[in-house]
């Protein structure tokens, strides 16, 4: 597993995007060779989203045939609510690219019937042909999409109730108000993720620096599901300074002049 420590957000997005964007005009895809996207939500990808939409508008990236599947959604939160990841999807990346809508996937936490919803988004990721690259973040407590502490690496989608500490983490996009966020959410399993032939986790901020120190430096464990990536033939952190806080100094040393 790569470790790429860059300065700051605004770097790793200038870098993370150059990256997949390579990778995609690499793979140069076609209506009958399509790339397959792995994406996220969160504060952590905006930069790398930012970063493909000018890509884009440089006329260095088309979307015309990529195939995206997101990683989560909450259960039981209206598609529209400025807060659903349907909404920050949109919001965030596909209004500014010329991707067509029905090659977005994002899981419907709406849906009458999740288990089986669970299982034919599993289904579309595999009719796809699997995903190519998976842009991924992490959680303070080392959560991967949304598996929390406990989750089988070997899980596949399904449905995830969301620990008092991620809620709390997210209830700053819920007036600060942990009530307001939703209990539950769909996530890809971390087998999911694992399937990928490429993955990059984003992780910034001092607040992931113990994450970052048991997915880099401790074991695989389900207690830390983002640490399954040790186990990934592809795999890849792209980190910052201040998430690095927790890693052993030789370990810091290590990763930096690697990537040198
Ligand atoms: C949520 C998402 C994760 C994301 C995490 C980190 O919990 N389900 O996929 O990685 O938030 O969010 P942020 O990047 O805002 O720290």
Redesign the pocket.
């Known amino acids: 597993m790569r470790v790429i420590i860059h300065e700051n957000e605004k770097k790793i997005g200038t870098w993370l995007g150059d990256y997949i964007a390579a990778c995609i005009n690499e793979f140069n895809p076609t209506a009958n060779k399509p790339f397959v996207l792995g994406l996220?939500?969160?504060?952590?990808?905006i930069t790398t989203y930012a970063r493909l939409i000018e890509i884009h508008k440089e006329g260095r990236l088309s979307f015309e045939h990529i195939i995206t599947f997101n990683?989560?959604e909450y259960v039981d939160l209206p598609q529209d609510h400025p807060e659903s990841y349907y909404s920050f999807m949109w919001k965030h990346l596909f209004n500014h690219v010329n991707i067509k809508k029905e090659n977005v996937h994002i899981p419907n936490g709406n849906a009458k019937d999740l288990t089986a919803e669970c299982l034919a988004y599993e289904a579309a990721i595999q009719k796809a042909g699997g995903v190519h690259f998976f842009l991924?973040?992490?959680?303070v407590d080392g959560?991967l999409?949304?598996n929390e502490p406990g989750t089988s690496l070997s899980s596949r989608t399904h449905i995830q109730k969301l620990n008092y500490e991620?809620r709390l983490v997210?209830s700053r996009f819920f007036n600060n108000d942990i009530n307001q966020v939703p209990k539950e959410?769909m996530?890809v399993g971390v087998a999911t993720v694992m399937d990928s032939k490429e993955v990059a986790l984003?992780v910034t901020g001092h607040n992931?620096a113990r994450a970052l120190h048991k997915v880099v430096e401790g074991s695989v464990s389900q207690m830390w599901t983002a640490s399954a990536l040790q186990m990934h033939p592809s795999a890849m952190i792209v980190c910052d300074e201040n998430a690095c806080s927790e890693l052993k100094v030789g370990t810091y040393r290590y990763f930096k002049e690697m990537e040198s």
Not at 40 to 45: D, L, R, V, Y
Not at 136 to 139: D, L
């Open positions: 996220a939500t969160g504060s952590s990808p990683m989560d991924g973040g992490i959680g959560h999409a949304f991620t997210n959410a996530s984003i992931k």
